[in-house]
């Protein structure tokens, strides 16, 4: 369940907690209802407004999952999908992933030389898979952010994909390309991972 859900919920349980116990407080007796129809209509009244709102809040869970869960889907769509695929295949051979190495360690030198990692991306045309995936991962924090995603079902995800990815091309995106675009793609993404709980994720690396 969402955080912020939690206080309202625990505060539904008491006041259920508190109707309820006041039925003990009404004797067995149709002359006492009658003398307090008014009472019983407010506790009626309670009790529909209670069932009202719990119904409510189990409806806006079930949106923010189902938002959710349209971006799981879109991991392996035909766009998304494709672009995750190559991206692991090129790091998944032993040849070209020597050559990735060796550009990492050049990236994160003192001081850093990230020019053979944008080498490396442009010579096996990374570049438009790693849009792609990033393009996915900002529409997905931003659907957590504004609270239409479900934070916990999309940090059980995608929270050890996206931190992989700028691990693995993190020079790139603080530097390179932040100085070529204006900015850095993945600030707000990992500013999503940063309140989920370790997990490592697909990435190779």
């Known amino acids: 369940m969402p955080r912020t859900l939690e206080p309202a919920r625990k505060s539904l349980a008491k006041a259920w907690k508190w109707v309820r116990g006041g039925w003990r407080f009404i ?3 149709w002359t006492w209802i009658g003398t307090n129809k008014d009472r019983l209509t407010i506790i009626f009244a309670l009790i529909a407004g209670l069932t009202t709102l719990y119904q409510y809040l189990e409806s806006v869970e079930d949106n923010r999952r189902k938002e959710t869960l349209k971006y799981i889907d879109r991991s392996q769509d035909v766009r998304v999908g494709p672009a995750r695929n190559k991206i692991a295949e090129i790091l998944l051979d032993n040849d070209i992933r020597h050559q990735y190495d060796a550009a990492w ?3 994160i030198a003192t001081p850093p030389n990230e020019d053979p ?7 096996h045309n990374l570049r438009g898979n790693l849009i792609v995936i990033i393009e996915h991962y900002m529409n997905l924090s ?5 609270q239409i995603c479900d934070k916990e079902l999309a940090c059980q995800f995608f929270k050890g994909d996206i931190e992989a990815l700028n691990n693995g091309f993190r020079p790139l995106f603080e530097s390179v390309w932040k100085k070529r675009d204006g900015q850095n793609y993945m600030a707000g993404p990992m500013d999503f991972v940063k309140s989920c709980s370790p997990k490592r994720g697909w990435f190779p690396l």
């Open 27 to 29: 004797p067995p007796s």
């Open 142 to 146: 931003g659907c957590v952010s504004a």
């Open 117 to 123: 990692l944008d080498d490396f991306v442009k010579q």
């Open 105 to 107: 360690k050049a990236a």
